[in-house]
């Protein structure tokens, strides 16, 4: 439908040279420059509520990371509402969930998409008991498999406060991206959102914050800031 391919437009594709294409190149620089002695390779994005910004935001930043040339994949765990193969006009038949079933390998659910050096992992079907499926052993092992055809593994995960889904994700990447909608989430939501990816020692890497009113600017604003755990 074509109402629902215009939603889910990529404008790091669609216009590299605008401000929000910047914005989101900055946030590339900012994770790869977050890290001195390790490099970044997994990332998971969450935030604390749904449609802040979170599918928009992976998807953008994995599109930068491929046209830097970086061989680069974006995984759907949001297995409750999966739409990043909306992005790139694929199925959503076999994916993440058929994989960690068991009921399929990585070939038969990896897509390659029309970007340069881009891979897509669909969801696959919604699953019963997605937070369990994550947090199993052929998660961790597909994350390594991934790691040796790979360079950047970005994920996408569901709120942090709806499911546990985001924090189980968070112990198995290098790092968390963290989204806000700046015009709608309460400082005490986000506190509470952070606080649970701090329970199981995540390592923020930076928030984005996603400000979607429309009536200050006609483009959407991004910002990056990064931050250390001790810094509160
Ligand atoms: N900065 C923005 N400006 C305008 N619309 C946005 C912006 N970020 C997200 N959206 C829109 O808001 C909706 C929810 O965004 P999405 O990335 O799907 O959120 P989430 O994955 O957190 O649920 C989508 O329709 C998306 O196109
Ligand atoms: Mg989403």
């Not at 605008?18 to 900055?26: H, I, K, L, P, Q």
């Not at 040796?148 to 996408?156: N, S």
């Not at 914050?209 to 429309?214: E, G, V, Y």
């Amino acid at each position: 439908m074509r109402a629902s391919v215009n939603n889910y437009r990529l404008i790091t594709e669609e216009n590299p040279r605008s401000f929000v294409s910047e914005a989101y190149r900055t946030l590339r620089t900012n994770i790869q420059f977050s890290s001195i002695d390790s490099q970044i390779r997994s990332i998971v994005v969450t935030s604390p509520e749904p449609s802040e910004g979170k599918s928009t935001t992976i998807s953008n930043l994995a599109v930068t990371f491929a046209q830097e040339g970086k061989s680069t994949i974006l995984i759907d765990a949001d297995m409750r509402k999966p739409t990043l193969h909306h992005y790139f006009l694929k199925s959503n038949r076999s994916g993440l969930s058929n994989l960690l079933a068991g009921q399929m390998d990585l070939q038969q659910c990896l897509n390659d998409t029309h970007i340069d050096h881009l891979y897509l992992l669909p969801s696959g079907p919604i699953p019963p008991n997605p937070a369990e499926m994550l947090n199993s052993k052929r998660m961790e092992q597909l994350i390594e498999e991934l790691k040796t055809r790979f360079e950047m593994i970005l994920i996408d995960s569901p709120p942090t406060l709806a499911v546990t889904d985001s924090q189980i994700l968070a112990t198995k990447v290098d790092g968390v991206v963290f989204v806000l909608n700046c015009g709608k989430v309460k400082r005490d939501t986000a506190r509470k959102a952070l606080d649970r990816l701090e329970q199981v020692n995540a390592r923020m890497l930076g928030v984005v914050l996603n400000n979607k009113d429309r009536k200050k600017s006609e483009s959407p604003y991004y910002y990056y800031y990064g931050y250390g755990p001790k810094q509160k």
